[in-house]
């Protein structure tokens, strides 16, 4: 089943308003990113699929069930994964798994065995019998996430599930999350990290101040950017480039980091002028890659997400 | 890494659930994870109901002189429990509720596929299940403290579920129908402060000012008491049935406010 938005708005008692006019599905067997910065509207629209919040107009629906109008379905159709940890302070490992997947409806015997081999899948065989309290936040994250994928619904909601995961650990989410998808769910991942999302999802959006800027592949995504280059400048703390030359397309700083996009015929003179910021202690060093959705993301958002300039460029 | 089964909601893209197992099933799973989620704290919760439970009795009882009239021996005795059940059933939910708020896992939880009344029931029982050790030791401290004898009736069961069953859901209503728990809170405090200090659950209603007695006859607080006496210490209670009838109904308007609390949606 299909999960399909229309023309969904949202508006808060001051007249705020956090969605606006936002369309959108997500196909069972889609791994769908959700990109944008904070105050995008993301959290309030992932609310009100999951039933906990009311739209101020438009629809939501999955296959025949109208979630806005029944939101006990929307609770029994949707899985949904907090960017918060999962409360399982005083709950085994295990436990969490096998209790959650229950009260979403399994029956024991096939929830412990999914259980088992999610542990398994997830590499959380040595916490298996550990509490809550006693995990670290990436290992609670893992449990969470298979708190949610043990019993999925047909919509797996996940709002930043890789946080605290460690790289390794990572990959194995990342099979999981597939796999998901794979056995049917539609699947929401809602993150601010650009670079994993680009690996994981199908399709994706960029969302900001409660609109949709853009959907579609990554790569038709990236295509405006064909031909051109990634020039990322690692600056000394407190310096900046005064003038950046002329064959720079555009550029955004992020902390320490100046984003730069160039033509690829440009590479070797933004070598050549990046290479001499170096040399003069402006600069402590540079990459030159290909563009990215970040890139992407940086153009349609305005600025660069919070926490992947430092991954892989 | 292979091999995961496929749970049959995914593979058949079932629909929802609903009727008396679904409930059932999910009373008892919400009830396990209740129970193991408060598996630290509960403990705790039971020893400080049972030592308020002996507290009250030996701390009231030293507002008296030495040689106490057995009328008022009863009435601080069966009011000590009201007052337990009530206390328990109005801070408990409210604290659970405002650490959930504070962690950010309030939406998680709104969030699971739960029949909202269900899962209110089986907080209710949790809440019950805390109350009854700090009820049953300070009925026992009574006896051994004042040496009296409780005429206990089978009604002491609906008496203790009604009780207990009201203070939660008054308790239980605030914290999800106030969105700031600090605010819960201050409720909850001059609640709290008119029922203990101004009802007459201890003490009979002619103390008080004929006013306040007239406005605690519309409220719950003293019914309350006066169904835990009718089941403890009935020689002091002349019309039992008004006083459920009267709890009953405050019972009643508290689900609806908890139906909307935990039903609205922002």
Known sequence: MALQIKDLKKVYGKGVAANDGITMHIDAGEVYGLLGPNGAGKSTLVKQVIGLLKPTSGTITLGPYDLVKHPAHARQLCSYLPQAQMPIDSLRAREAIELTGMIRGGDGPAVRQRADHLIEALDLGEWRDVVGMRLSGGVRRLVGFAMIAVWPGQVVILDEPTNDVDPLRRRLLWDQVRRLADEGAAVALVTHNVLEAEKAVDRLAVADAGHLLAEGTPSSLKAHYRGRLRLQLMMRPGLSVAEPPEFIASSVRAGHNLVMVIEERDAARAIGWAQDLVDAGTAEEYALGATTLEDVYIKLAGHAPADSLTEGS | ?266
């Open chain 2, 1 to 266: 890494m292979t091999g995961i089964p496929v749970p049959a909601e995914v593979q058949a893209l079932a629909g929802t659930r609903s009727g008396p197992l679904y409930w059932w099933a999910s009373y008892r799973s919400m009830l396990r994870w209740e129970l193991a989620g408060l598996r630290l704290f509960l403990p705790v919760i039971v020893a400080v109901e049972v030592l308020s439970g002996i507290g009250f009795v030996l701390g009231f009882g030293l507002f008296f002189p030495k040689r106490v009239p057995v009328t008022a021996i009863l009435y601080l005795t069966t009011g000590v429990q009201v007052i337990n059940l009530y206390l328990l059933g109005m801070v408990f939910g409210p604290q659970v509720v405002a650490q959930q708020k504070a962690a950010q896992t309030y939406d998680y939880l709104q969030s699971l596929p739960v029949p909202r009344a269900i899962s209110a029931l089986a907080w209710y029982t949790v809440t019950l299940l805390a109350g009854i050790g700090g009820m049953s030791a300070s009925l026992l401290v009574s006896i051994l403290r004042f040496h009296i004898s409780f005429t206990v009736s089978p009604s002491i069961i609906p008496a203790t579920l009604l009780v207990s069953f009201t203070s939660t859901l008054i308790g239980y209503s605030l914290a999800h129908a106030v969105p700031r728990p600090m605010v819960t809170q201050v409720l909850i405090q001059a609640l709290n402060f008119f029922a203990i200090g101004f009802s007459p659950i201890c003490f009979p209603p002619e103390r008080l000012p004929a006013w306040l007695a007239t406005l605690n006859r519309g409220l719950p607080f003293e019914h309350m008491a006066e169904i835990m006496r009718g089941a403890l210490a009935p020689q002091l209670v002349t019309n039992v049935w008004s006083s459920y009838a009267i709890v009953v109904a405050w019972a009643c308007l508290w689900i609806a406010v908890a139906a909307w609390a935990v039903g609205r949606r922002g």
